[in-house]
Nanobody, 133 residues
Framework: QLQFVESGGELVQPGGSLTLSCATSGSTLDDYVVGWFRQRPGKGRERVAC????????NYDMTVRGRFTMFRDTGKNTVYLQMSGLKVEDSGQYYC??????????????????????????WGQGTQVTVSS
């Protein structure tokens, strides 16, 4: 599995914006399903946004849709999560995960990303986002 280094998290006021980065040196992401996941205080890790490297299609959890944008820089093997209109409930530790394979290619991006989150084991340190006034 690819390993990632997440960065960019910080304290921000409600309504503010942040862009998180997630970099890997293991491989290009062209054949991968990549997801941003977060763990909020007292809750399990949840899917936030997903990207399929094959066509750069994206999918977002309904709680962030319209406020978050996931995209990648192919030259740097880095994915980003651009966040705006941040809410207190967006606070948490944000992580990246990715996987590839035929079993993911045949699934919708939503289902593929869910599976990535369930099966990924090499979680990094994540990056902390705190939304507070």
């Amino acid at each position: 599995q690819l390993q990632f280094v997440e960065s960019g998290g910080e304290l921000v006021q409600p309504g503010g914006s942040l862009t998180l980065s997630c970099a890997t040196s293991g491989s290009t992401l062209d054949d991968y399903v990549v997801g941003w996941f977060r763990q909020r205080p007292g809750k399990g890790r949840e899917r936030v946004a997903c990207l399929r490297g094959r066509d750069d299609s994206t999918n977002y959890d309904m709680t962030v849709r319209g406020r978050f944008t996931m995209f990648r820089d192919t030259g740097k093997n880095t994915v980003y999560l651009q966040m705006s209109g941040l809410k207190v409930e967006d606070s948490g530790q944000y992580y990246c995960a990715a996987d590839h394979g035929r079993n993911l290619d045949i699934l919708s991006l939503f289902r593929a990303c869910t599976r990535v989150g369930e099966e990924y084991v090499d979680w990094g340190q994540g990056t902390q986002v705190t939304v507070s006034s």
